[in-house]
């Protein structure tokens, strides 16, 4: 089958990200604090200290994107499905919110390819899938930085103990151990394996 839709969405009084400056933060002898300013002080950089707060931000804005969805069986054991997205976010109204961040954090395009085939010699089944992420940009208090884009391949494969309703499963996520950051000042992601024994007497009991 395919499957495709679209989507519009607005937003009002959006959570974002507002700069300020304050007074800077100093340790002293009896604990932390916090420099008052004032006209003399001001303009001494180790003074002031920028900061980020969480507020509603003034401006409208919107979303707007489709998905795109296909499944087909290559062989009656045999299915391949494919999906892939865009989405875009951006503001509108009289001018723009200069200064403010909307940290949406979503990456404009990604898509995933898949086969996977049951019952293959009987009691063995197998997957093999691979997720694409564009590049995009990424937001937290007090950092702005790009997620560089990034592709992964994960595979598994599983053995029926017939009539015991036992499946095995070995399985490997990112298995070429491509290894990626999926926020901004995130960790390094790898790969990871799994084994998993699953009992489901009404899905495997043939």
């Known amino acids: ?6 989507y519009y969405n607005t937003f009002v009084n959006f959570i974002g990200l507002v ?11 009896s604990g932390r604090e916090v420099t008052a ?13 920028n900061y980020q707060v969480w507020a509603n931000l003034p401006n409208s804005f919107e979303s707007f994107g489709y998905a795109l969805a296909v499944e087909t069986y290559l062989h009656p054991k045999v299915k391949a499905v494919g999906n892939f997205s865009y989405i875009r976010f951006q503001e509108f109204g009289n001018a723009p919110a200069i200064g403010l961040v909307d940290a949406f954090n979503t990456p404009t395009f990604k898509g995933n390819l898949a086969v996977y085939g049951t019952q293959l010699a009987r009691n063995w089944s197998a997957g093999l899938s691979m997720r694409w992420v564009n590049g995009f940009e990424f937001v937290v208090p007090n950092f702005r930085g790009s997620v560089p884009s990034f592709t ?29 950051v999926e ?6 992601v790898g790969a990871s394996y799994y084994l998993q024994l699953v009992f489901a007497p009404m899905v495997y009991r043939r």
């Open 1 to 6: 089958y395919i499957d495709l839709s679209f």
């Open 19 to 29: 700069p300020v400056v304050g007074g800077a933060v100093t340790n002293t002898g």
């Open 37 to 49: 300013l004032n006209a003399t002080n001001v303009l001494r950089y180790n003074s002031i200290q």
């Open 152 to 180: 992964v391949l994960d595979a598994v494969v599983g053995y029926t103990f017939l009539g015991s309703g036992f499946h095995l499963k070995l399985g490997a996520n990112n298995f070429l151990n491509n290894r990626h």
């Open 183 to 188: 926020v901004t000042f995130g960790p390094t």
